[in-house]
């Protein structure tokens, strides 16, 4: 298993593909099995010429990728520029099965009528991971999580909402030789290869754990017996004074994802936004559902927990030695949130070394949390590659790619 990383700078796309493809040829000494590109938004009158550039300079690997509103790669971070970012593997044993979920297919699964092991090519029992790359505007992704939750309850999940448009059918999703502008497009890896995921979050809890006593769908309006704005004009007074200025700014609510604890600590919720507030009832628009008898807690977000909140993550991972990375990263982090580039790319490798890590930056991010998969907002979401069996017996990666009908 070989993985690199490479990134291109052009003010045009096709010579930024060439340069970015022979780069990666030239790290990996040999044609890939599996090529993931981003492409940035600057490019996007001419997003239908990657997918034949790519494929004829990197003799036909399996190619899956997406617009981006700013490409990662090659240990860097590029926001606010024409760039191109690859990253490439050469994975004996490892079978890849690329994808297509269009509009019939996502009315089968809301339906309930698609059978996920059919529609994909592959069983549970294969232990696939997925990466996955939907498409905003058209695509329900909450719904496909859900699915792929149920049929594969113990596959790794990661990816991220194709960005670097501004309305209907301006992004891109890249599989093979078709560039799309709609659905989801994916890859389900099995074989020698294991994933860990690291979905940072990047907050904070403040005050103490409640219970919900009253709520009807995204509404959340009672806590503890009292109404939540009732609850927040008692808890914003009795904040240190940064606590305070963060909690008129960057407010959040965390749902416990393990409601039978007595403790709970930071990474025990699941971060939803605050997208309301309603002054006659005291309630609260949630962007989720929370449950009434759930437990939740207010948390903050900003630049130094959102730094401390991935160095937590990352440190028990130490000594992994991945071989590859992906990282999916909010529009809303970055250079934007820290003050400074590059800054999740190189927290990963201050603490696990030197890996290939390729990526964008996302309208919405895909990663579990305690075993469900969620579409997060504000999130970094990595997907970390290693070989399960290093004595596997397979000798070249089989791509297969597959469109339902």
């Keep these: 298993m070989k993985w690199a990383s490479v990134l291109a700078e052009q003010a045009r796309l096709v010579p930024a593909l060439e340069q970015a493809a022979n780069a990666l040829l030239e790290r990996l000494g040999q044609s890939p099995d599996l090529v993931m590109a981003f492409v940035s938004g600057h490019y996007r009158d001419h997003y239908a010429r990657t997918t034949a550039t790519l494929l004829t300079r990197l003799d036909g690997p399996l190619l899956l990728g997406c617009s981006a509103g700013g490409v990662i790669g090659a240990g860097r971070e590029l926001e606010q520029q024409p760039a191109v970012a690859l990253l490439g593997a050469c994975l004996s044993g490892v079978q890849l099965r690329g994808f297509h979920l269009d509009d019939g297919a996502q009315a089968r699964i809301l339906a309930g009528l698609q059978d996920w092991p059919e529609l994909l090519g592959v069983e549970a029992t294969e232990q696939p991971a997925f990466v996955l790359l939907p498409e905003p505007y058209s695509c329900d992704a909450s719904a496909y999580l859900h699915g792929l939750d149920g049929a594969y309850p113990e596959a790794p999940k990661i990816g991220g909402l194709a960005s670097g448009g501004d309305g209907p059918g301006s992004q891109a999703l890249f599989l093979n030789e078709h560039c799309h502008r709609s659905g989801l497009v994916g890859l389900a890896l099995s074989g020698d290869l294991s994933v860990d995921t690291v979905v940072a979050q990047g907050c904070r809890p403040i005050g103490e754990p409640m219970f919900v006593t009253r709520a009807e769908g995204h509404m959340l309006l009672g806590l503890d017996g009292e109404t939540p704005l009732t609850v927040l004009r008692r808890l914003v007074p009795q904040l240190p004074p940064r606590d305070r200025q963060l909690a008129g700014q960057a407010l959040f609510l965390g749902i416990a994802m393990r409601g039978e604890r007595r403790e709970y600590r930071q990474g025990d919720f699941l971060i939803r936004n605050l997208v309301g507030l309603d002054p006659d009832s005291g309630a609260l628009a949630v962007g989720g559902v929370?449950?009434?008898?759930?437990?939740?807690?207010?948390?903050?977000?900003?630049?130094?927990?959102?730094?401390?909140?991935?160095?937590?993550?990352?440190?028990?991972?130490?000594?992994?030695?991945?071989?590859?990375?992906?990282?999916?990263?909010?529009?809303?982090?970055?250079?934007?949130?820290?003050?400074?580039?590059?800054?999740?790319?190189?927290?990963?490798?201050?603490?696990?070394g030197p890996v290939p890590l390729g990526g964008f930056f996302c309208n919405g991010e895909i990663g579990p949390v305690h075993g469900t998969t969620f579409l997060h907002g504000y999130t970094s979401a990595f997907g970390l590659f290693r070989p399960r069996d290093h004595h596997s017996a397979e000798p070249q990666a089989r791509n297969a790619s597959t469109t339902p009908p």
Excluded: K, M
């Design 290 to 352: 929370p449950q009434e008898n759930s437990v939740v807690q207010f948390h903050v977000r900003d630049a130094r927990t959102s730094r401390e909140d991935l160095e937590a993550l990352l440190q028990p991972l130490r000594g992994s030695h991945p071989h590859g990375a992906l990282l999916f990263s909010c529009l809303g982090r970055g250079a934007g949130l820290y003050g400074e580039p590059d800054h999740d790319s190189a927290l990963l490798h201050q603490h696990l």
